[in-house]
Nanobody, 124 residues
Framework: QVQLVESGGGSVQAGGSLRLSCVVYGYKYCTYDMSWYRQAPGKAREFVSSSDTDGRTSYADSVKGRFTISRDKAKNTVYLQMNSLNPEDTAMYYC??????????????????WGRGTQVNVSS
């Protein structure tokens, strides 16, 4: 069973930093992109950043220059370094995987998945 476990959320003041982590468990014989999304109360879930299997990254305009995504494939982990946080960054942050390649289809465990989220609160 695939499981994504986020950590690193917390409460900080504006201008502070946090580093989120997401560890992926359970995939077998597949490669996948990893992304971060966030959802603030009363708002739709929105894209924050992604890292694909080739190492290419992308960011929402609202976080460019402040957030950095990185990935440790050996540890099946993706990180989100968040600097210069502001109250508009307050949200539940979710990790997501998108399967890109399946090897050994009859033996693989590969499907897209979401984590349960980690809460980030930024006070002014």
């Amino acid at each position: 069973q695939v499981q994504l476990v986020e950590s690193g959320g917390g409460s900080v003041q504006a201008g502070g930093s946090l580093r989120l982590s997401c560890v992926v468990y359970g995939y077998k014989y597949c490669t996948y992109d990893m992304s971060w999304y966030r959802q603030a109360p009363g708002k739709a879930r929105e894209f924050v950043s992604s890292s694909d299997t080739d190492g290419r990254t992308s960011y929402a305009d609202s976080v460019k220059g402040r957030f950095t995504i990185s990935r440790d494939k050996a540890k099946n982990t993706v990180y989100l370094q968040m600097n210069s946080l502001n109250p508009e960054d307050t949200a539940m942050y979710y990790c997501k995987t998108d399967v890109r390649k399946i090897e050994r289809p009859h033996e693989s465990i590969c499907y897209n998945s979401w984590g349960r989220g980690t809460q980030v609160n930024v006070s002014s």
